[in-house]
């Protein structure tokens, strides 16, 4: 079973920062699309970023400037900084790895999902 771990969420107020963590296994890392993901209950997973294997990334539009997606190669640590956090950015956050079109908005295109983390933000 491929197993992605998530880490670096929690309870934080607005207009703080986080930085999320993701770790997979290398042969996933080095060689796959990988990207970051997050839902609220009753709501569909939306997509945020993604980075391909060149380090080329997409981001969805509404929160592009407030998000940068990023991996240490050294650590094969995947990352998701995010600035200026909001209420509306409650939810559960997830990496994932392998689409073909490593889009951010390709939800469906990811064959590969981490468990989550969550980020409670308050205001």
């Known amino acids: 079973q491929v197993q992605l771990v998530e880490s670096g969420g929690g309870s934080v107020q607005a207009g703080e920062s986080l930085r999320l963590s993701c770790t997979s296994p290398?042969?996933?890392?080095?060689?796959?699309?990988m990207g970051w993901f997050r839902q609220v209950p009753g709501k569909e997973r939306e997509g945020i970023a993604t980075i391909d294997q060149v380090g080329v990334t997409d981001y969805v539009a509404s929160m592009k400037g407030r998000v940068t997606i990023s991996k240490d190669n050294a650590k094969e640590i995947l990352y998701l900084q995010i600035n200026a956090l909001e209420p509306e950015d409650t939810a559960m956050y997830y990496c994932?790895?392998?689409?073909?079109?490593?889009?951010?908005?390709?939800?469906?295109?990811?064959?590969?999902w981490g468990q989550g983390t969550q980020v409670t933000v308050s205001s």
């Open positions: 994932a790895a392998a689409s073909t079109e490593c889009l951010a908005r390709d939800v469906e295109g990811f064959a590969y």
């Open positions: 290398q042969w996933l890392y080095v060689s796959y699309c």
